[in-house]
């Protein structure tokens, strides 16, 4: 979305069983979003209405949020640090690296616990080699 977005959406878009929302604008009334754990990734939050400015042009078509394309059936997950969205074709290739990234990290943290040194513990599993872009 490009607008703002209040308390009404918030809570036919909860209703509805929404996931979530991404704006690629300003988010106000965020006092409902908290109360109903309903998770809203903005630009910013302040008042402003939306009231004859903004129009629907169209549904399930690609946007750009944030200089970020979305087309309909992308991947999008928000969480306390930010949104990334994982393009549709690239769904499977991404979640398979984050699950050995999160391999790795798991028996770093699991090795600093034992006392190895942090490190250590990096070169051992092959830290930084994760961070570095497949060539293939």
């Known amino acids: 979305s490009g607008t703002v977005w ?3 959406l918030t809570e036919v878009a909860h209703l509805r069983g929404v996931a979530g929302t991404v704006i690629d604008g300003l988010c106000r009334d965020v ?3 908290r109360k109903l754990g309903y998770p809203v990734f903005s630009k910013d ?4 209405t939306g009231k004859d400015r903004v129009q629907l042009d169209a549904t399930q078509v690609p946007v750009s949020i944030g200089g970020v ?4 059936g992308d991947i999008v997950r928000g969480d306390a640090d930010g949104v990334v969205v ?7 290739r991404v979640l398979d690296w ?6 790795v990290e798991d028996r770093i943290r699991e090795a600093a616990r034992g006392g190895m040194r942090l490190v ?8 930084h080699s994760l961070q570095t872009r497949d060539k293939t």
């Open 6 to 8: 209040g308390d009404i």
């Open 31 to 33: 006092a409902l979003c």
């Open 45 to 48: 939050h302040w008042m402003r």
């Open 69 to 72: 394309r979305v087309a309909p």
């Open 86 to 92: 994982i393009q549709k074709e690239f769904e499977e």
């Open 98 to 103: 984050a699950e050995e990234v999160t391999t």
């Open 120 to 127: 250590e513990a990096r070169k051992q599993f092959g830290y």
